[in-house]
């Protein structure tokens, strides 16, 4: 009786395992103008599980799921901003490649520079008083 339960569960498991394997994905046709758009998109965009990579090069089922969510936004007549206004509003700004220029970016756009400017001044200015001495 035991060992019957237990095959019982295996069946069950196998047959559902099996039969989602088969599940066809929506694909959305678009024209070539949109389909330009889309892997532009495809390439500014980050896969949010993926280290480093963009949709374009990821291949996890988020990303596939994100493709096919910009291929359906432009397919509606959506513009790439819009989409990725959206995405952002989803996802955060850690989503794009290029972070909008904002009060909560500034540092991550304008640091390095301002770091770049104390550094050279402070080399200056040790400069100026060692010719001094």
């Known amino acids: 009786m035991k060992y019957r339960l237990y095959y019982g569960f295996i069946i069950c498991f196998w047959f559902m395992s ?3 394997g088969y599940a066809e994905p ?3 046709s678009l024209n070539p103008q949109q ?4 892997d532009e998109l495809f390439t500014l965009v980050k896969c949010p599980v993926c280290t480093g990579q963009n949709l374009a090069e990821s291949h996890v089922d988020i990303a596939i ?4 969510l910009i291929k359906q936004k432009l397919s509606q007549g959506k513009t790439s901003a819009q989409i990725q206004q959206e995405l952002v509003e989803i996802y955060g700004d850690d989503i794009l490649f290029a972070p909008p220029k904002n009060h909560r970016t500034f540092l991550l756009w304008f640091g390095p520079y301002v770091i770049l400017a104390i550094i050279a001044g402070l080399m200056w200015r040790k400069s100026g008083s060692s010719k001094q001495d």
């Open 18 to 20: 099996w039969a989602g």
């Open 35 to 38: 389909q330009q758009q889309a």
């Open 26 to 28: 929506q694909t959305i």
């Open 65 to 68: 799921d994100l493709k096919e």
